[in-house]
């Protein structure tokens, strides 16, 4: 049975013919399977951006989906290709933890790929993770293309820390294309969030949704993802506000 369709993220962009030549070779593999864009503006070689999109997506496909994952700085390294099989979906990509959102699942199942002494040691894309792919849509075993891998590279979210005052210390994860801080926090029951902003804490209050917010306010909101972010209406809260990938976000509890 094949696939329901192969999705592809990449830090490739559009622009130099890379991401046309895996489609070249999975429509030449797998013709019948439907191929869907992703994204293929992931930073160049960032596997936690690439990670934290991931998390977003792969689930929401249907059952039997092959996502393909290539953010590989370390690509003709010693480090593995490899396939996973993980709730009903298979994913294809370097061992780099970009992966992980699938690898945490409880039924997740690794193999390392061969690869094939042809293929070109830059351009693994191409010649190692499309060939699996579409082998995997046309309906191969996730075993049939590898030998099991017990320890494959797992990137975790950091977790936030609670303070002796009660308050919960995070970090921002990463920035939207919006300019929105995505934090690896939960808001809950929480009166004010502060942020670092050019050195110095910034008090902002939290609202339901985007047009809560005077225009160009800073304010926190939980996003569709369930976590919390910082946002600026009609307007970029990483740039007004100086936040970068890593900076602390609080959250606090005002006890009346």
Request: aromatic share 6%; proline share 7%.
């Amino acid at each position: 049975m094949t696939a329901p369709a192969i999705t592809l993220l990449t830090d490739f962009g559009t622009a130099d013919g890379y991401v046309a030549e895996m489609k070249g070779v999975l429509l030449c593999a797998a013709p019948h399977v439907p191929l869907l864009d992703m994204s293929h503006d992931v930073p160049a070689h960032d596997v936690e951006f690439a990670r934290l999109t991931l998390a977003r997506y792969w689930r929401r496909y249907p059952a039997g989906t092959v996502h393909i994952v290539v953010v590989d700085p370390g690509v003709g390294s010693e480090r593995e290709a490899i396939a996973v099989g993980s709730g009903g979906h298979y994913l294809v990509g370097p061992d780099n933890g970009v992966l992980s959102p699938a690898l945490f699942a409880m039924d997740a199942h690794a193999v390392a790929l061969p690869v094939n002494p042809n293929a070109s040691p830059t351009f693994h894309g191409r010649d190692v993770f499309a060939p699996a792919a579409a082998a995997l849509a046309r309906g191969a075993g996730l075993y049939d293309l590898g030998q099991p891998l017990l320890e494959p590279v797992r990137r975790r979210t950091p977790q936030p820390a609670r303070r002796s005052d009660g308050a919960i210390d995070g970090e921002v994860l990463t920035i939207d294309r919006f300019g929105n801080a995505l934090t690896n926090l939960l808001a809950r029951d929480v009166d004010t969030v502060t942020v670092q902003s050019g050195g110095m804490p910034k008090l902002l209050r939290i609202v339901r949704t985007y047009a809560d917010a005077a225009p160009h306010e800073a304010v926190a909101l939980v996003g569709s993802s369930g976590f919390l972010e910082i946002a600026v209406r009609d307007g970029h809260a990483a740039n007004l506000l100086g936040i970068r990938r890593g900076h602390r976000v609080t959250l606090t509890q005002i006890h009346r």
